[in-house]
């Protein structure tokens, strides 16, 4: 079986976008905070990848030992060494160009992060990582709350 982890980018202030995401087939939906825009291929600007579909590959990290490993997204544009991981987080300066999931959002925030990466992980482990996508799209609302 497939799966694709659906995000929908809807909220974006100067410091961060926030997205819905839901894994169809699964009660798993939350939220991820992410930097702020504009999407860039470019590495190291703090800033948000772009729109489209994206692979996924386990990523070992010196930075994230306790959460190791992580799921790491990649497409033609965005090279696997960029390094966007999904990986615990609530805050916009624990990000520099990755995916924090959350179960609730407020402004510039997601909360109860490390119990919803735990969620992501334990099904992307069960199914297999090489079963999984991500498509990332945008539908912007106005505020951020």
């Avoid at 992410?34 to 990523?59: A, F, M, N």
């Avoid at 199914?127 to 996508?133: K, P, R």
Wanted: net charge positive; glycine share 6%.
């Amino acid at each position: 079986m497939t799966y694709t982890i659906f995000v929908q980018r809807k909220w974006q202030t100067t410091l961060s976008t926030i997205s819905e995401f839901s894994i169809p087939g699964t009660d798993i939906r939350g939220y991820f905070l992410e930097c702020p825009g504009p999407d860039t291929v470019t590495p190291r600007l703090k800033k948000r990848i772009p729109e489209g579909s994206y692979r996924l590959v386990w990523h070992t990290s010196g930075k994230f030992v306790k959460h190791n490993p992580t799921p790491k997204l990649f497409n033609a544009d965005v090279s696997v060494s960029r390094d966007i991981l999904i990986h615990p987080g609530n805050n916009p300066q624990d990000t520099e160009g990755c995916l924090l999931p959350g179960t609730e959002r407020l402004a510039n925030k997601v909360t109860n992060s490390v119990i919803m990466y735990k969620r992501i992980k334990e099904i992307i482990e069960k199914e297999g990582i090489a079963n999984f996508t991500v498509m990332i799209t945008s539908c912007y609302v106005d505020g951020n709350r």
